[in-house]
């Protein structure tokens, strides 16, 4: 397994502008898994048509595609009506997974319950992330997840526990074996680094990832050197 490459490692230069079709044409011939794009730097008109273009791109180099919806899941206990129009976008464009934030999702009902067990998660896999907030807590993941009894994917985000003043090291061991897709990246002071430069124990964090869950990069690396750096030293550790 090699890692895989979620587009937030390209910041700098889709703020400058750039499409993710652009810098995604960077990793061609890079050893990498999987990319993950991101829905807040897709134009909506023009957002398809660009999907269909890095479709393209992730065929033709044997790359899963992966997206981030910039939504939750819930919003004070009402279920995003948006979702099935994502889970058609994916059906169109290739898309694997769909990660989307859990958001509040208040008492898990037997309505709801049966509500969320409709959605259709075999052809288009849908993972549910910890934010940054209190709608992130492990206990809150934890009972999603067993309440839905493996119905949907979990995202672990290794850096947004610093925000809510938990341990990645303590989530992972009570997390791991709900982990479908792992977000890799180091804090220092409520501030991205690379890895070797952040408070976590990356390498020890990451070897805790149950075998064959994808490892994304998942943070701005401001030079292909650096990301050519970062990218030997997961794969060294996979």
């Known amino acids: 397994m090699k890692v895989s ?25 890079k050893p990498i898994d999987n990319v993950e794009v991101r829905g807040e730097f897709f134009q909506p008109a023009s957002q398809e048509a660009e999907l269909d273009k890095i479709s393209e791109l992730a065929h033709q180099n044997n790359w899963g595609l992966y997206y ?12 995003n009506p948006h979702l099935t129009d ?13 990660k989307i934030s859990l958001g509040d999702y208040g008492a898990l009902t037997e309505d709801t319950k049966q509500l969320l067990m409709q959605i259709p998660t075999n052809d288009v896999a849908i993972s549910v992330e910890n934010e940054p907030n209190e709608h ?14 493996g119905h949907f994917g979990y995202t672990f985000d290794s850096g947004n526990w610093y925000w809510i003043d938990q341990d990645p090291q303590a989530a992972m061991d009570q997390l791991s074996s709900k982990i479908t897709v792992f977000h890799l990246k180091n804090i220092k002071d409520r501030d991205t680094t690379m890895l070797d430069d952040g408070d976590t124990d990356w390498q ?31 794969n060294e550790l996979l």
């Open 86 to 98: 994502y889970i058609a976008l994916a059906k169109k464009t290739g898309i694997q997974n769909l």
């Open 136 to 149: 992130g807590e492990v206990p809150k993941i934890f009972n999603f997840l067993d309440t839905t009894n």
């Open 5 to 29: 490459i979620n587009t937030a490692v390209f910041l700098d230069q889709m703020n400058a502008g750039h499409s993710q079709y652009d810098v995604l044409q960077e990793l061609i011939g």
């Open 68 to 79: 981030s919806i910039p939504e939750a899941l819930f919003n004070d206990g009402e279920l």
């Open 204 to 234: 020890r964090l990451t070897k805790k990832v149950p075998a064959g869950v994808p490892v994304f990069l998942e943070y701005n690396i401001p030079s292909a050197k650096l990301l050519d750096q970062e990218i030997t030293k997961v």
